[in-house]
């Protein structure tokens, strides 16, 4: 029998792919016999997030403790962590699991502070993109990855959701001291079932944070451009929240748009599928995106930005992939709109999604890498 682990995962922000990636996580190691908490931001989130959370207090054993983290480095980060600390000790976990650049470094230093007291603790880290979206020449940048190089001392596994991440953290920090190992994003086998348009579909969907780095801009730009190509209108839905939703509101009406797009809050992604035809994934960086994931596990056709990961979700070179510049996702759009059917047809193909991302792939991978990490037999 498995030996019973004691989790926490530990993040700032539980929105988008983060927060998906850990939620899949947490219910695969559940149902493995492993207790197991979450730690969390306090001040991000909205209602869907909110709902998210309720679903998951039942389900864990050590709570979901949520307290205030700052996303950038500050004065308040001395509070914020010695709080984080706090919940943590509580929670006396035999892993922790940290997520993203604060989650990364809150996991390893304060795992590293348990050790001076306890039994071994197991330090994680997956950086989620993180840090590693800096430009290695500005001062911003080499300061983080300084700070990354640091915190490996104090890890025992890294853990990257794609080549894509781990190609960059060797160019921008350097090759990994720590052991590291590549696990790819997974779909529940429900997330491999088709959603098909509603009747009143639009032709593109948007869904995403509201920020430029996921380029809503973009979209929004390509959108007008695809229209004077095709020489029609085209509708949109834009699904997402975010301090910037006002500026990209603004863009569509000053390019006369606003009858024709729709912007909608965050809801669950297979809800969101049915509202249209063609799925715009624009971002100008990215790890490895859960959105693209389910996109074509529902069986969406879709355009997607060729950054981070993405291509080694649909393969290098694959007619679905465009550099995320308004111009080229234009003609993108125009030509996938003009023959739906043909386009559908270029997307990867189901049984081999299922192969390599499934959710309980991803879950075993990860539980293995945690016992060794411990230095125990599973």
């Known amino acids: 029998m498995t030996t019973k682990l004691r989790i926490v995962h530990c993040f700032r922000s539980p929105v988008g792919g983060i927060f998906r990636h850990v939620r899949d996580l947490t219910e695969a190691q559940v149902a493995a016999g492993h207790v197991v908490g979450i730690v969390c931001d306090s001040t991000t989130g ?23 983290m700052q996303r950038h480095i500050g004065p308040g980060d001395i509070a914020s962590a010695w709080r984080t600390y706090k919940l943590i000790k509580e929670l006396q976990p035999d892993v922790i699991h940290g997520h993203g650049a604060k989650g990364g470094v809150y996991a390893r230093v304060f795992g590293s502070l348990l050790r001076v007291s306890r039994s071994r603790v197991a ?22 990855f300084g700070l990354e190089r640091l915190m490996e001392h104090f890890t025992d596994h890294l853990l990257f959701v794609s080549e894509y991440e781990r190609r960059a953290f060797r160019r921008k920090i350097g090759r990994p001291h720590a052991p590291n190992s590549l ?30 780095l996921k380029g809503p801009d973009i979209f929004i730009d390509a959108l007008a451009a695809a229209e ?68 074509l596990g529902a069986g969406k056709p879709m355009i997607a930005s060729a950054v981070g990961g993405i291509p080694e979700i649909f393969g290098a070179g694959a007619p679905g992939l465009v550099v995320p510049v308004p111009a080229e996702l234009a003609s993108l759009m125009a ?19 299922r192969l390599r991302f499934g959710s309980d792939v991803m879950a075993h991978q990860i539980e293995q890498i945690y016992f060794s990490a411990l230095g125990k037999a599973v």
């Open 183 to 212: 696990v790819y994003n997974g779909l529940r086998e429900s997330e491999f079932e088709p959603v098909a348009p509603a009747p009143d579909a639009a032709d593109l969907l948007y869904i995403g944070m509201m920020r430029d």
């Open 335 to 353: 030509t996938a709109l003009q023959d739906m059917s043909a386009y559908s047809a270029l997307m990867p193909q189901l049984p081999d999604l």
């Open 123 to 144: 330090r994680l880290y997956s950086p989620h993109g993180g840090s590693l979206h800096y430009d290695e020449t500005t001062m911003t940048g080499k300061f983080f």
């Open 46 to 68: 909205g209602e869907f997030e909110e709902r998210l959370f309720d679903d998951l207090e039942s389900t864990l054993a050590l709570g979901v403790r949520r307290t205030p």
């Open 228 to 295: 004077k190509t095709l020489g029609r209108p085209i509708s949109a839905v834009m699904v997402g929240d975010g301090d910037d939703l006002p500026r990209y509101q603004a863009q569509v009406a000053r390019l006369g748009l606003a009858d024709r797009v729709q912007f909608k809050p965050a809801m669950p992604a297979r809800q969101a599928f049915a509202l249209a035809r063609l799925v715009v994934v624009p971002s100008r960086a990215e790890a490895m995106p859960y959105i693209v994931l389910e996109a």
